[in-house]
């Protein structure tokens, strides 16, 4: 079964061309089924890639899965092409006016990881965002900066400046084997990493509401849970695609700004060979894990959530 975007999306056509199952909304109003629905916060500054991106992942599932995005109100992206926030996205606070709930809400990565998070300029709006969602969405999937926000506001876990960026593609291991996140999944997988910034790992081990589900030594706390799985937290990046590392090592090369090449991603190091992807399968696994258990959990009615 398809995911749900307006075919005036600029994404549709893309996944099309990728053979990722979409559905219209005209075609989806005609069948008797109830789809999930699920809400994607978009704070990432690549809009339209990270669109694709995560579409890309929820649309490789048996499920329809029917997609909001959300945007920020207190912040003018300079990223989005004109007017596309406007005809694409709904601002957080009408659907906490309008009390809309999801059986899932994606809360991706942000621009401002080095900042304190009251600094940002949309943190008020953020955590107004986290407070509605702990009652109206049944499971909420927290990705990079999201995940070290939701973390902070929801149990108090600091976040850490690194020595130096976290960016390449690290190993990963599974210290929960039975959670259902990670059927499938191989005792190591690999997963992107682009952050300066990390959640204190002994604040979260000491948290009792928090359970680590994947952390190492090389790349610290991966994948975190609460409340038996409604919070997810990623500090990752496994919804980037093949490319995504190499923008961002020659954005900020070019820039001047001291930046590495990303690890065990070129082929022998060499930026000018095009990377090797290593990651995909598990991707596209772990987010139709994460769909299948709010299938299954979720309330077929969501005013009873």
Not at 28 to 33: G, T
Not at 100 to 127: H, M, N, Q, S
Request: net charge negative.
């Amino acid at each position: 079964m398809p995911i749900k975007i307006p075919k005036t999306l600029p994404a549709y056509n893309a996944l099309r061309e990728e053979n990722v199952f979409v559905i219209t909304e005209d075609r989806a109003e005609h069948q008797d089924i109830r789809p999930l629905k699920v809400g994607i916060l978009n704070l990432m500054p690549t809009t339209l890639d990270t669109e694709i991106q995560l579409l890309r992942l929820l649309g490789n599932s048996p499920l329809q899965v029917d997609i909001t995005f959300l945007r920020m109100g207190s912040h003018e992206s300079r990223n989005a092409p004109p007017g596309h926030l406007e005809r694409f996205y709904i601002s957080s606070g009408k659907i906490i006016q309008d009390r809309i709930r999801f059986d899932g809400l994606i809360i991706t990565g942000a621009p401002v990881e080095t900042l304190p998070f009251e600094e940002g300029d949309y943190w008020k709006e953020l955590t107004a965002v986290l407070d509605y969602s702990s009652a109206n969405v049944w499971s909420t999937l927290h990705i990079c900066w999201g995940a070290q926000a939701g973390l902070y506001r929801r149990y108090d876990i600091p976040k850490r400046e690194l020595p130096r960026k976290l960016f390449g593609v690290f190993p990963h291991r599974i210290n929960e084997r039975h959670s259902i996140l990670f059927r499938g999944f191989d005792d190591e997988f690999l997963a992107p990493q682009s952050r300066h910034t990390e959640s204190d790992r002994e604040a979260i081990t000491a948290c009792p509401s928090l359970l680590i589900h994947s952390a190492t030594d090389e790349a610290g706390v991966f994948i975190v849970s609460a409340r038996e799985g409604r919070e997810i937290y990623v500090t990752g990046h496994l919804e980037y695609d093949s490319l995504t590392l190499d923008r961002e090592y020659r954005r900020d090369r070019d820039k001047g700004l001291p930046i590495t090449i990303p690890k065990n991603y070129y082929p022998e190091d060499d930026p000018s060979r095009i990377p090797t992807v290593r990651w995909r399968a598990h991707a596209h696994l772990f987010f139709s894990n994460w769909l299948n258990y709010v299938y299954q959990e979720t309330p077929f009615d969501l005013t009873a959530l």
